[in-house]
Every structure is written in structure tokens, then in C-alpha cells.
């Protein structure tokens, strides 16, 4: 069975996936913290340092923005956002890179706002001028973005397209998908303006999923608290959780729904990890070894699904598969050997690509050796699938 | 610090508090579990098996019926109901034995349903008359029942109230809010022909918090595949969930949104040990350590905030401090002891009274000292605060 040197964990496949990632010994530990009250002085500390640190990651320091942790999914930041910041039959133009915008203008669409999405060909971003013709179209009360798209690989330039939305339609929120982006490529909350960052911890954060974890910026607060009707959902609602977040942060108990315990010692540790060194850092490393990774893959003559140099993931590569050679032929072959690897996502191509996530320890601890062992398993079981290098 | 005879886990506080309780070795060696992709063999094996032993723990044999565990909390269950089982512009009845039974009903709201609520004064039950009388007044999409209510310890006889809902008004569902019941009191969800019952894992289930758990029937699942228009909620949604739900249960893997692998693991972990046992004798040492409970508590001279015997929870007590004594001079005395015992929660009386919790190993596990050391620090703290016995 493969397995990083680094580790103190029992043998395991190493899951080089989009998410979830290999995670630190201190993060499973930290899931394995004994029981504790919810508004206990210990958990209470923990909590508020979590959410603390968590606007570190997003780079942001205007205390009229909020960071949130809460027992959920990465899909339910979608919720709150179209729960909270769009009214029934207010629209919503969703930049579309991939299978999750579908999803995203979907779940707008179940709260009654009225999505309208603006596509781009399967693996390639949208252009700025088409962005900016559809923002003239209409007031959209929002405009989201998936920055870096999981089905594809597509890393969109959202500090470009927000800084675009404010010259052009300045009062519509800027909302992120950064489920597959936070921790792993650049994103400054303050300095570009945005409104909202949604993510989910099982990536780039490398903590177990069970999280739905966002920032959100004065101005939407704001808009919330100008609604005209209330949330339109009772879990996902900012009223709910906006004094819940704060107390917290504050070092104050706080009672909505109980809190996941063990979740938060996870975040919170890996949160620690993460920023004992300079975030550049870690985009850089993570942007080398996705350099490796993708340079790899093009000298075995494979393809990505992400066409644009510069608008490439640098936590992920989906690549597509060589002539003749099925995913059943092939990810199996490579999880004989160790690694797991994923499928494809994005419906119209799902069987003609795999998918290879490069986040968190596996890329930053440089004793592990995750990704040689990975390469040379995709070239091994390509070679017994029959294509030759 | 106090700590239990039979645990290896750090010392640390003992949290006797209704959710989260104390957890197993093994629980939490399970959310400690290295990370799995979602979609993998090993896992699909977890959460399959994981949603068959659920059915076992609410005595269900009937596959029309379908177990859910979900990224969230108890109070998303609330969103589950609300969202998929009553349209916009019905009815409910919600059955109200505390605090509880008012958030239901804005859950209800927020979603366009109808709450009517039937109070109980507080720490009493609703009588069957009352109950009949509200049912005949209009047709009610679904009735809910708070089987314990946290806020005050009461217990509610639900097989009754639920035989009375189906001779009444056939059609109308009955849903159980168990969050403080599943795992303590008996639950037969197919024999007492109930509709839904939602729970979370913090408390009898002995699992970290993170988890929405529900079962629902054949006839719930039915009424939610006629319904006119579409669920209200995107995460929330049966439409979502429930293939995926099918999928695993058979062993396939599915995807909607990342699971919470850990979690998962750490469900299946509590489940095996808690079905190790006859459920009935389960029900029995909990009924045995609340009569205990309760008989100390008597006999210290102090009431409960549930007045009526036979409808007093065997998972928890709520007591009234005694004159003079104010929560300040009580709790933080019992922490120094190293016992966490929970305040009030009930709006009306909430600074008025103390919970105690008493569920999963520190009631099961025979080795455990748990309540001999809770009901010494309870005494000792009393004293204290210059409460003689």
C-alpha cells in the first residue's frame, strides 16, 4: 500500500482527488478531540480563533466582513447565498466554466431568484468583453463565479472580473465559488472587493468535509439586512447565523443549531499549519508542483480539459484520456498501485477524462513524495492499458 | 480532572451535558480515520452499511422507508421536513412541549407552511383530548412532536399521539423531532406507523455533532413525490438526497455533495456498538441511571422542570435551582469538579433551572463513574453556594 513517508498514519491509498485531500496528523487528531460543550470556554476559544484565522486566509482584515463555519457542505454556501443576498424574482447572472455554475443557477433558482448563465466553451474561460455585455443586459442583484471550476480544471480571473462588475454595475455582489481555489490560488477578499467567498474544508484547506465555510463582505451584509422579506431558508439564513459568527469571534457562547466540535479543532488546526507560513508560499509551491504535474502529463502526450495557459487550476489537472483507453482500463490500474485518482464530472465529457487533485500536505510537505509515486502510477498503468508513451 | 476508569482519552472535562455527550475510543478513532475518497469502494461499504444499522436503530424493517445522514445539524432535519413533506400555503400542526416546538414553526414559515401551535404549559404534556380536538379543526398536512424536548426534559408518548393523528386524519404525517430521543427512549418506527424522525448524532447516538439523521417513511416519501411544485430548498432537498441515499445503502457510489467521510465512519462505529446490545436493554439502563437521576435529585430536595411522571426523558433532567442559588454560584462550581453540566434553555425560565444529561457510554459502559462523580459535584457545588440538603 502507498504511503508518504511524512505520516504517522496506518497505510492507506493516498487520495489524490479534487477533494477530499490527504489531511496532517495534528487535523486527524483534532478530529478525535474528546468531547466538549458547544458553549463550553475551551470549544468557545477554539471557534472564535477559527474564524479568526479564517479571514487570514481570505486576506482580510475590514472587520465589517464576516467569516462563517458551519456544519454543512460546500453546496450549502450556495444555499445561503441565494437564501440570503437575492430576493424572490431578482436576477442573477451566473459565469459558467463547468457542471457547478449548472448547479449553483439551479439552487438560485429554487430560493426564486432568476438566473441567467453566461457560458463558456467546455474548458476555456469567458472573455471579459463577454462578461461585460452581459452585465449591461440587466441589474443583477448578484454575479457569481466559479473560480476554479472541479468538472474542468478552469481557473477563472476573478479579481479581473470583479474589479469589472464594480466599474460597470456597481451594486451587484460579487459571489465566488472558491470551493476548489481557497487556500491554493491567490484571493485578496479586501483589496478585490469581492462580496462573498463560499468553500468547503475537504480541499485546499485540508480538513474532512462536514464544513460549509464562507466570507462575507459589509456590503452584502448590508444588502441582507435591506431585505425586504426574510431568508428563505431556516438553516441557511444569515439571521440566524450572522450573531452566532460574531458572539463566537468575540469569545462569547452562542446558540443557533449545535456547532460541529470536532470539525472546528480540525479547521483550526489545519488553519495553524497553513499560516505558519507566508500564504505566498504556499500558492507558489502549489503552483510549482501543478507546473510539474501538468508539464508531466503533456510529455506523456496527454491533454487537458483546461485549454488557456494562465487560466489553468493550480490545485487540480483534468486531463483527458488517450485514444483507446477507457477509465475502467485505467483508474483502476492506478489504484492497484496505491493512488486514487478520480473520474470525470462535467456530463458532456464525464467518461473521456480523469481528474488529479494536488492540495494541501501532499503538495506543501516536501519530505512526502505523493506525486512521484502518483506520475509514475499513471505512466505505469497507462503503459499496461496498451498506450505507449 | 475528572475522568472515567474506562477511557484512554486525554483527561478532560466529562461533558454530561443533552449533546454532545461523551464519546467511545472508538467513535472517535473513527472520525480520526485517514482520508477516503468519497466515492471509493471502502467508503461506499461505511455509508451503506451506516444507513442499514440506522434502520435498525429506529426498528424499521420496511424498505419503502429510506434512512438519511447528512452534513449539518439536528436543525436542518427541521429544513428537510419543511421544505419537501408540506407546500406552501398548508397546514401544520406543531405540537409544542418547549422551545423547540417554536423553532419548528418558523422553520415551517420560513418556508411558506402554516404553523398552528398547541402549547403545553411548561414542563407538562398536551393531552390526547386537546391533541383531537386541534386535529379536527382543519386538514393538516403533517403534525410534529417534539419527542423529548431539550429545553425541559419532557417526554412526549408519541405512539400515542401518533395512533391518534392516523384515526383522525388518515393522510396527515407524523413527524418526530428524536433529537434528544433516538438511541434512549424506544422508537418503533414501522410498528407505531410513523412518517419521519430526525435526529443528530451528538447525543443517544454517542457521535460527534456534524450530522443531520433522519428516517422517513413509504407514505412520507409518497407525499413528497406528489407534491405540486418542487422542494423550497437546494441542500435540503429529497429530490437530492434520496437517490443518493438508495445508491449507497445498495452499495453504489453517488454523488450530490461531498459526504463527511468521518463522520460517517464515526456513525458506523457507535452504531456497531450501540446494535451489540438488545435495544430494549439499551432503553432499560437509560431508564435505570434516569430514575437514579431523578431519585438523587428528589432527594437533594430539588424539582424537576418536568412535572408529570411517566412523561420525564430517561436521556436527560432539567432541575430547578434551589431558592437562593443562581446559575453563576452552581455550574462554575461543578466545572472546577470537572463535570459540565448544561444551564436553561427554555426562554421563560431559562436562568431558573440546570440540565443534566444522560445518555450513550457514560450511562452504558458499567466501568464508568461518570454520575457517581456528576451527583457528588452536584452536592458538593450546592453547599457551596450555601444550599443545605
Given at each position: 500500500m502507498a504511503q508518504s513517508k511524512a505520516s504517522a498514519q496506518a497505510p492507506h491509498p493516498l487520495t489524490?482527488?479534487?477533494?477530499?485531500v490527504e489531511f496532517t496528523d495534528e487535523v486527524l487528531a483534532a478530529m478525535a478531540t474528546p468531547s466538549q460543550s458547544h458553549v463550553s470556554p475551551q470549544f468557545v476559544e477554539v471557534y472564535g480563533d477559527a474564524l479568526a484565522l479564517l479571514r487570514q486566509l481570505f486576506i482580510n482584515t475590514d472587520k465589517r466582513a464576516q467569516t462563517f463555519a458551519i456544519a454543512g457542505a460546500g453546496t450549502l454556501g450556495w444555499d445561503f447565498v441565494a437564501a440570503n443576498l437575492i430576493e424572490p424574482g431578482e436576477d442573477a447572472l451566473v459565469l459558467h466554466t463547468g457542471y457547478f455554475a449548472d448547479s449553483f443557477a439551479e439552487c438560485i433558482a429554487t430560493y426564486g431568484g432568476k438566473p441567467t448563465q453566461l457560458k463558456a466553451p467546455i474548458g476555456d474561460v469567458l472573455t471579459l468583453d463577454a462578461v461585460e455585455s452581459a452585465l449591461k443586459q440587466k441589474k443583477f442583484k448578484i454575479v457569481t463565479i466559479t473560480h476554479v471550476d472541479t468538472s474542468t480544471g478552469v481557473l477563472s480571473d476573478i479579481k479581473s472580473i470583479a474589479a469589472l462588475v464594480r466599474a460597470v454595475s456597481p451594486e451587484t455582489l460579487v459571489i465566488v465559488d472558491g470551493v476548489c481555489s481557497v487556500g491554493v490560488e491567490e484571493i485578496r477578499f479586501d483589496d478585490w472587493d469581492l462580496d462573498l467567498v463560499l468553500t468547503a474544508?475537504?480541499?485546499?484547506?485540508g480538513v474532512p468535509a462536514g464544513l460549509s465555510i464562507f466570507i462575507a463582505s459589509g456590503r452584502a451584509l448590508d444588502v441582507f439586512r435591506a431585505r425586504k422579506a426574510p431568508p428563505t431558508s431556516y438553516y441557511a439564513s444569515f439571521a440566524k447565523w450572522l450573531p452566532v459568527m460574531q458572539n463566537y469571534e468575540a469569545k462569547k457562547p452562542s446558540y443557533f443549531s449545535t456547532p460541529p466540535v470536532q470539525n472546528i479543532h480540525a479547521l483550526l488546526a489545519s488553519l495553524k499549519q497553513i499560516l505558519a507560513v507566508p500564504l505566498a508560499d504556499r500558492f507558489a509551491a502549489h503552483a510549482r508542483m501543478s507546473n510539474r504535474i501538468k508539464s508531466t502529463i503533456a510529455n506523456y502526450g496527454l491533454k487537458q480539459v483546461a485549454v488557456r495557459e494562465g487560466y489553468q487550476a493550480n490545485g487540480m489537472t483534468a486531463v483527458y484520456l488517450p485514444e483507446g483507453v477507457a477509465l475502467p482500463d485505467l483508474l483502476p490500474r492506478i489504484a492497484k498501485r496505491g493512488i486514487v485518482l478520480a473520474g470525470g464530472l462535467?456530463?458532456?465529457?464525464?467518461?473521456k477524462y480523469f481528474r488529479i487533485g494536488h492540495m494541501g500536505v501532499s503538495v506543501t510537505d516536501e519530505d512526502r513524495d505523493d506525486f512521484d509515486k502518483a506520475l509514475a502510477a499513471i505512466k505505469d498503468s497507462l503503459a499496461e492499458a496498451g498506450y505507449t508513451i
Amino acid at each position: 500500500m502507498a504511503q508518504s513517508k511524512a505520516s504517522a498514519q496506518a497505510p492507506h491509498p493516498l487520495t489524490l482527488i479534487p477533494g477530499p485531500v490527504e489531511f496532517t496528523d495534528e487535523v486527524l487528531a483534532a478530529m478525535a478531540t474528546p468531547s466538549q460543550s458547544h458553549v463550553s470556554p475551551q470549544f468557545v476559544e477554539v471557534y472564535g480563533d477559527a474564524l479568526a484565522l479564517l479571514r487570514q486566509l481570505f486576506i482580510n482584515t475590514d472587520k465589517r466582513a464576516q467569516t462563517f463555519a458551519i456544519a454543512g457542505a460546500g453546496t450549502l454556501g450556495w444555499d445561503f447565498v441565494a437564501a440570503n443576498l437575492i430576493e424572490p424574482g431578482e436576477d442573477a447572472l451566473v459565469l459558467h466554466t463547468g457542471y457547478f455554475a449548472d448547479s449553483f443557477a439551479e439552487c438560485i433558482a429554487t430560493y426564486g431568484g432568476k438566473p441567467t448563465q453566461l457560458k463558456a466553451p467546455i474548458g476555456d474561460v469567458l472573455t471579459l468583453d463577454a462578461v461585460e455585455s452581459a452585465l449591461k443586459q440587466k441589474k443583477f442583484k448578484i454575479v457569481t463565479i466559479t473560480h476554479v471550476d472541479t468538472s474542468t480544471g478552469v481557473l477563472s480571473d476573478i479579481k479581473s472580473i470583479a474589479a469589472l462588475v464594480r466599474a460597470v454595475s456597481p451594486e451587484t455582489l460579487v459571489i465566488v465559488d472558491g470551493v476548489c481555489s481557497v487556500g491554493v490560488e491567490e484571493i485578496r477578499f479586501d483589496d478585490w472587493d469581492l462580496d462573498l467567498v463560499l468553500t468547503a474544508p475537504q480541499k485546499a484547506i485540508g480538513v474532512p468535509a462536514g464544513l460549509s465555510i464562507f466570507i462575507a463582505s459589509g456590503r452584502a451584509l448590508d444588502v441582507f439586512r435591506a431585505r425586504k422579506a426574510p431568508p428563505t431558508s431556516y438553516y441557511a439564513s444569515f439571521a440566524k447565523w450572522l450573531p452566532v459568527m460574531q458572539n463566537y469571534e468575540a469569545k462569547k457562547p452562542s446558540y443557533f443549531s449545535t456547532p460541529p466540535v470536532q470539525n472546528i479543532h480540525a479547521l483550526l488546526a489545519s488553519l495553524k499549519q497553513i499560516l505558519a507560513v507566508p500564504l505566498a508560499d504556499r500558492f507558489a509551491a502549489h503552483a510549482r508542483m501543478s507546473n510539474r504535474i501538468k508539464s508531466t502529463i503533456a510529455n506523456y502526450g496527454l491533454k487537458q480539459v483546461a485549454v488557456r495557459e494562465g487560466y489553468q487550476a493550480n490545485g487540480m489537472t483534468a486531463v483527458y484520456l488517450p485514444e483507446g483507453v477507457a477509465l475502467p482500463d485505467l483508474l483502476p490500474r492506478i489504484a492497484k498501485r496505491g493512488i486514487v485518482l478520480a473520474g470525470g464530472l462535467h456530463k458532456e465529457i464525464a467518461t473521456k477524462y480523469f481528474r488529479i487533485g494536488h492540495m494541501g500536505v501532499s503538495v506543501t510537505d516536501e519530505d512526502r513524495d505523493d506525486f512521484d509515486k502518483a506520475l509514475a502510477a499513471i505512466k505505469d498503468s497507462l503503459a499496461e492499458a496498451g498506450y505507449t508513451i
